[in-house]
């Protein structure tokens, strides 16, 4: 059974910082391609960021580079989401992604508020 469970998300003040986790189990994690997307409130799922299936390659959205930083690792099986300076724009719903040919994996989702 393909599970992507994502974790670390919450109440952050502007400028601060927070880590998310996303724990894939059920399918071969490594020769899958991993990204992040977010949902804001009454807008569409958009991409954040990237990583290739080896963690080779990284790509990001303008709105998150230098800010962002994507990573995975293999033998745990875990992709991470490293956020800092928040913004009030960066609270949404984030969303692990896995995609490998016609395969997209999803998970449920974790809230990130930013905000005083």
């Known amino acids: 059974q393909v599970q992507l469970v994502e974790s670390g998300g919450g109440l952050v003040q502007p400028g601060g910082s927070l880590r998310l986790s996303c724990a894939a189990s059920?399918?071969?994690?490594?020769?899958?391609?991993m990204s992040w997307y977010r949902q804001a409130p009454g807008k569409e799922r958009e991409l954040v960021a990237r990583?290739?299936?080896?963690?080779?390659?990284?790509n990001y959205a303008d709105s998150v580079k230098g800010r962002f930083t994507i990573s995975r690792d293999n033998t745990k099986n875990t992709v991470d989401l490293q956020m800092n300076s928040l913004k009030p724009e960066d609270t949404a719903v984030y969303y692990c992604?896995?995609?490998?040919?016609?395969?997209?994996?999803w998970g449920k989702g974790t809230l990130v508020t930013v905000s005083s």
């Open positions: 990583i290739s299936s080896y963690g080779g390659s990284t």
């Open positions: 992604n896995g995609h490998y040919g016609g395969n997209y994996y």
């Open positions: 059920g399918f071969t994690f490594s020769i899958y391609a």
